[in-house]
């Protein structure tokens, strides 16, 4: 490879992972201008073959054999990898698949909450250092508050549904579905307000019955709970879907 130049136009690669020690196969993205030394540590992580006992082979995405990776100190990207190729991992260690995945001889770690909390280099240190998550409180309350205003136009919604009247269910990533209000309140299962419909068609979760707490009467996959803000009310006729047709 010496005195070769190597051109890497996409910096980054999405590859299949397979292994000798096991039938599972992930993905990882790499960057090509990583060495295969580096390559093989990451890949130890990942597989759990040593790096110093692994052999690579590159094969294209319809599984069709390439070659063999054997220069520790070439450029990843000077060999033919494209998104979705496979590199399978072969264990030159003599590691068995049943030893990698056998935890019954391994010593269970157990740490208390109270002495987590105390290490310095853990990651729920790090987040507070940062002020990250629920550690940043101007953003924690600010959520708060968000969902605070949310709720109050989800029970404003509701107090504007009556039971007994035809509706639309808009869903984001689902079907309009139409069917009949049966309830209108909070509930048990989950904090806030709820509208419980029953569909015009199979399309619910249950029959009015949720956690063994029965809220409205309804056939069974007919039924469903949804927020308030997603329910329009009105004149929303049951569609004839022929079905007193033969």
Known sequence: MDGEVTVVTNPYVKVRITSSLSSFENRRRFNKRI???ELKTLLEMNVGVPASSMDLEIFSTTDRFLQKIDNDEAVFGSYPVDDECRIHVIDR?????SELFDDS???????SDEAYEQRKESVRSFLKKQNLGRFNEEEAAKKKAELTIREEQQKTAAEAISVGSRCKVEV?????KLGMVMYVGTTEFK?????GVKYDEPLGKHNGTVQGKQYFECQDKYGAFVKPLNVTVGDFPEED??????
């Open 35 to 37: 060495t295969i030394a």
């Open 93 to 97: 260690s003599g590691g068995q698949t």
């Open 105 to 111: 001889k391994v010593e269970k770690f157990e740490l």
């Open 172 to 176: 984001p990533g689902q079907p309009t």
């Open 191 to 195: 904090s806030g307000h709820w509208v």
């Open 241 to 246: 879907y022929g079905l007193d047709e033969i």
